[in-house]
């Protein structure tokens, strides 16, 4: 047996969720709240912590339209507001981001 299929025979397969598959919103009940997130994204350079409200009302409409359990939505632990976002440019970010890599790539020296 070649090496390739020996490591393709080794590969783990990560769990399935909890509580079996993600329901799609075939209704499109939580459109225009996904649409106020994606938005709030948009005008935020993806800085996911400036939509927080929008995360929060995208989640809660799920639930309310028995897409996901009230448990899940809990459980993911959302702030209600963006209060605590810092206010950074995406430069900033991306720089906090590059730094980051660079120390994490000097703790992994052997």
């Known amino acids: 047996m070649n090496r ?3 490591q393709a025979k080794e ?9 079996g598959s993600f329901p799609l919103d075939h209704l499109h009940e939580c ?3 996904v649409e106020m997130y ?3 994204l948009r005008d935020n350079n993806n800085f996911a912590s400036k939509c927080r409200k929008e995360g929060n009302d995208y989640l809660k409409c799920r639930v309310n339209n028995g897409l996901m359990s009230k448990d899940d939505f809990l459980e993911a ?3 209600e507001t963006n ?3 810092p206010d950074l440019s ?3 970010i991306k720089q906090m981001k590059k730094d980051r890599m660079k120390k994490d790539a000097g703790n992994l020296k052997l």
């Open 31 to 33: 459109d225009k709240t």
């Open 83 to 85: 209060d605590n976002a």
């Open 38 to 40: 994606f938005k709030c």
């Open 90 to 92: 995406i430069e900033q």
């Open 11 to 19: 590969v783990s397969v990560g769990k399935g969720p909890k509580r």
């Open 77 to 79: 632990d959302m702030p």
């Open 4 to 6: 390739g299929a020996q």
